[in-house]
């Protein structure tokens, strides 16, 4: 009686059960490839040093020279992320004109290669390119943030600028004003509070990564951490991972109390 | 405007001078010590010692090396950074998905009205969703290097790097999209009286399971990216390889590598989209 009144079995999703049953082999082939010894791994011999080795973190280094020095790497940190991300809005801003298409074709292509390039390599490798190019210090992690954040940041300028209406820039043009107070006082204006917004949230996620950046020599806290960690002086370490947790904590914060007063031009 | 005339008239003055120069005063201000903290030298680039190092190194880009011997080894760890990266997203998985089950609130029988067991579900709640910013809130090349020190260079650091991190980004995402969803169907199951699982199962992953799983997979093509990176601590991988490569400034063997890595991104991005596609 009740069967009638049914739907029919939906018909079985084979492409479904064939992408899970591939992506359950590639799970498999990949712990069998990577052979990790899981057993040692578990052992209690291993547990007892792993113990050991986090026992060691503490208690953290809280002399106020130590903190002092925290303290300066984390400012150190700051302001390299905000040194990177100004150089790489003027450089986005730059590049930014001729990605949109007003230049014509070849230009157009031309930066988008550039942007792109610039964009797919990570800010690490351009890190531990730049501290060949700079020396070790933070110089060469302002200028690694620099160079990714301008591939993303003339990517998303350039988008804005399509975006933006182009009658009033045309206006001054034919009214006219030479191509540069046509841009400034026309088409800036409109793109501005946009392109604004993509940098603060560029710089925001700059400052976490200028956070670790010191680990192949881009200064800050990563670089502290990792000297410490490297002379075996856990308890120190600590103390800068600590002082990293609360420079990433107090961002997300101040950002997210930030983000509600800008609204939609953020996202 | 620029004859004298003007700037005497005060119709034509800018009303905003003095806050504008303020504001750049302002700003000089604020940069000088951060120029000064972040050693700002750009004469430092074009110092000869350094400009002979990067050149030499640059102009070793081209070829890059394409010896029989070196592919193999490229090879080998590109294929490690995959499986490190399939691998850490397997064990994120484990750990997300029970933790974000725990804290979403669209499961929440206590939000329903007061019952038995409300204070000791809202603890664990709690506890779940901290043990959740903890993971995530430390980046996992922290980890990786951590996990260096403890386990010795290879791909295990990266892996359970990985798994730490994404686990939390995952748990915490997945509790967001169940929330976001139509919560209805399983508000009805769970007023009716059944556990939290079956309304899980019945009321809320048939709406929510392709954008669970897309996310999943987005989240894989990150973490190929991050076990690039994390090779450069030690954690195995392709990243160990351009390490080792530019510490003995060998530029054919790094523009290879960095080819490859062009190559990989490119490719995960292509399997992510398509298998998202698959799962809409």
């Known amino acids: 009686m009740t069967t009638k009144t049914l739907p029919p079995r939906p018909a079985p999703c084979w492409r479904c059960r064939i992408a899970l049953l591939l992506i359950g082999t590639a799970v498999v082939a990949s712990f069998a490839y990577l052979g990790i010894d899981y057993r040692a791994l578990g052992s209690m011999e291993s547990l007892r040093l792993m113990g050991k080795f986090i026992v060691e973190f503490f208690p953290p280094d809280l002399s106020p020279d130590f903190l002092a020095k925290a303290g300066t790497g984390a400012l150190q940190t700051l302001a390299v992320s905000a040194l990177g991300t100004v150089l790489a809005a003027l450089a986005g801003a730059v590049l930014a004109l001729p990605a949109s298409g007003r230049a014509g074709w070849l230009p157009r292509h031309a930066a988008r290669f550039a942007l792109n390039l610039l964009r797919s390599v990570p800010e690490l490798v351009w890190a531990a390119l730049m501290v060949l190019a700079a020396g070790i210090g933070p110089f060469a992690g302002a200028l690694a943030l620099s160079l990714h954040t301008t591939g993303v940041l003339g990517r998303l300028f350039a988008e804005a600028l399509e975006n933006a209406p182009r009658e009033p820039e045309q206006a001054l043009t034919l009214s006219g004003a030479n191509a540069v107070t046509a841009f400034s006082y026309a088409s800036l204006p409109l793109v501005l509070p946009q392109w604004v917004a993509y940098t603060l949230y560029r710089w925001e996620m700059n400052i976490r990564m200028a956070a670790v950046l010191g680990f192949v020599g881009g200064g800050g806290l990563g670089q502290l951490l990792y000297f410490h960690l490297s002379i075996f002086q856990q308890q120190q370490a600590m103390t800068v991972l600590i002082a990293m947790f609360v420079l990433v904590t107090l961002v997300d914060f101040a950002s997210a109390r930030l983000r509600k007063g800008l609204g939609p031009a953020y996202a | ?280």
Not at chain 2, 5 to 31: C, F, K, Y
Not at chain 2, 69 to 94: C, D, I, N, S, Y
Not at chain 2, 124 to 136: G, T
Not at chain 2, 141 to 162: D, Q
């Open chain 2, 1 to 280: 405007m620029s004859t004298p005339a003007a700037i005497g008239n005060p119709a034509l003055r800018d009303p905003h001078a003095t806050r504008r120069l303020a504001a750049w005063a302002a700003a000089l201000a604020i940069a000088w010590p951060m120029l000064s903290l972040s050693e700002f030298k750009p004469w430092a680039l074009f110092g000869s010692g350094n400009l002979a190092v990067i050149g030499g190194f640059l102009a070793g880009f081209f070829p890059p090396d394409g010896s029989p011997a070196f592919l193999a080894l490229l090879f080998k760890a590109t294929l490690e950074t995959l499986a490190m990266a399939t691998a850490g997203t397997a064990l994120a998985l484990l750990i997300g998905a029970p933790l974000g089950f725990v804290t979403t609130r669209a499961l929440s029988i206590s939000r329903i009205g007061p019952g038995p067991g409300r204070v000791q579900a809202g603890v664990v709640r709690q506890a779940a969703r901290w043990l959740l910013m903890v993971l995530r809130a430390i980046p996992e090349i922290v980890w990786a290097l951590l996990f260096v020190r403890a386990l010795g260079l290879g791909p295990a650091s990266g892996v359970l790097a990985l798994a730490i991190t994404y686990g939390g980004m995952l748990g915490k995402v997945y509790a967001e999209i169940l929330e976001s969803a139509d919560t209805r169907p399983a508000r009805a199951l769970l007023e009716g009286g059944s556990g939290r699982l079956a309304a899980l199962c019945y009321g809320l992953l048939p709406n929510t399971a392709q954008e669970l799983a897309s996310y999943t997979v987005y989240r894989w093509e990150c973490a190929v990216r991050a076990s690039v990176v994390m090779g450069f601590v030690g954690a195995g991988g392709l990243g160990q390889l351009m390490d080792q490569s530019m510490k003995m400034l060998n530029g054919g063997e790094a523009s290879s590598i960095l080819l490859v890595f062009l190559a990989l991104v490119l490719l995960a991005d292509l399997l992510s989209s398509a298998l998202r596609r698959l799962l809409a």
